[in-house]
């Protein structure tokens, strides 16, 4: 649920211009060791 | 079946996935729902569309909740360590301060807290305000910039509130980061579970969309992969059952343990109305408690998904939480298995002929 239609201005984020901002296309898919074995738990009960 | 759930729940509201760094839950859930699915893919901004074909092609119902969880990201390192963030999705400067949480950097995840100047030294004019969130920072102990710059720290790393989940001792109701949508996301994945080994006179299209928390931005373009007949939206809402909600703030309140509660009215829609009491006659058919809800702000991807085209007839269908968009909510099991009960129930009755009776609204 979004907090406030009303006052969107609020949320979403300024636009940041710096050449040293990640982009969602080199989003690093970071998984801690935890997660890998949930990840392959999940594979093998459900594939 | 309740360890299942909790099970769900544990990985997918521990799983990091802020809007727009979705990648991580994003692929949680595809391994969670191809083995359930005909068909998987996503829309060209990362949005997750399952689709179960069953005994007939129409009508084609969307079931969306949204991946998303609020978070931060990092904006800047000042010279002495510290990080500068920028908010992604609703946050309220007064559930920050002293939080911990956990940097993605493209290595390791890096734990810090938020840090703002101590009472101590404040002025008494600032002492009688909230600390404002440009004027925090999150602290992961260094002493420099180039201390901070050498864990592998950087402008635009996503940032996600460090919070395991837990049972609490009454065994049914659990507290979480994230349950904002990650509730809506496991109530989708144990329907998939269900329909997976049975019959329903409908296609499924199970949508886990993205940015929800930053502007419904998931919905406005996954509803174009699917053009759906009928949407049913999965989604949280704020439970009104905490001291000091009055009537005024709350006309409908919200419990947890009451039943999955149904949308009357928020900032982003009012319920195609045949179809919101096709799933009360449901709920009722099939003895599963419920509440209604009408909330003045707010709103969830249905604001979008029933704007599509000509219209897409609506319904949001969700779970009470306290303390949504904060490190820690609390939801309750019952809430959440009867929510996936009722989502079962319409998914088994929705055919050609309840969809024909829903458009016919002359």
Request: net charge negative; glycine share 8%; proline share 6%.
């Amino acid at each position: 649920m979004i907090q406030s239609t009303s006052h969107r201005q609020n949320i979403l984020p300024p636009a940041i211009g710096s050449s040293t901002l990640a982009t969602v296309e080199n989003e690093p898919d970071v998984f801690s060791e935890q997660e890998m074995h949930i990840l392959e738990v999940v594979k093998d009960k459900y594939a | 079946m309740k360890e299942h759930s909790l099970e769900i729940l544990k990985i997918l509201t521990e799983t990091p996935g802020v809007s727009g760094f979705e990648s991580p839950i994003r692929k949680v859930l595809a391994n969670y729902l191809s083995p359930l699915s005909s068909e998987i893919k996503t829309d060209k901004l990362g949005s997750l569309v399952a689709i179960k074909e069953g005994t007939s092609v129409g009508p084609k119902i969307m079931l969306a909740s949204h991946m998303d969880e609020v978070g931060f990201m990092v904006t800047q390192i000042t010279g002495e360590g510290f990080i500068k963030f920028q908010a992604l999705g609703g946050w309220w400067n007064q559930v920050l301060l002293d939080q911990r949480l956990e940097i993605l950097t493209s290595g390791d995840r890096v734990i810090g807290v938020i840090g703002a100047k101590a009472p101590h030294i404040l002025t008494s004019e600032e002492l009688r305000q909230p600390v404002k969130m440009k004027s925090m920072f999150i602290d992961v102990g260094s002493t420099s910039k180039e201390e901070t710059e050498k864990i592998g720290i950087k402008p635009g790393d996503p940032v996600v509130p460090y919070s395991p989940f837990m049972l609490c001792k009454n065994s049914k109701t659990f507290m979480a980061k994230a349950l904002d949508d990650r509730a809506g996301c496991a109530m989708l994945v144990e329907l998939f579970q269900r329909i997976s080994r049975g019959e329903h006179p409908n296609t499924v299209y199970g949508v886990m969309t993205v940015q929800e928390e930053v502007g419904l931005r998931g919905a406005n373009t996954s509803v174009d992969v699917v053009k759906p007949d009928l949407a049913l939206v999965v989604d949280v809402t704020v439970a009104t059952d905490t001291p000091g909600i009055s009537d005024n703030e709350a006309p409908t309140k919200t419990y947890l343990g009451k039943g999955p509660v149904i949308g009357f009215y928020d900032a982003s829609m009012i319920p195609h109305i045949p179809f919101r009491d096709l799933v009360i006659k449901t709920a009722q058919e099939n003895n599963i408690p419920f509440q209604v809800e009408v909330m003045a702000g707010g709103g969830t991807d249905a604001g979008k998904i029933h704007l599509f085209r000509e219209g897409v007839p609506s319904v949001v269908i969700g779970i009470p939480v306290r303390y949504i968009h904060d490190h820690v909510g609390l939801a309750h099991l019952d809430d959440y298995q009867h929510a996936v009960e009722l989502l079962f129930a319409l998914v088994k009755k929705i055919n050609t002929e309840t969809l024909r009776e829903l458009e016919d609204i002359l």
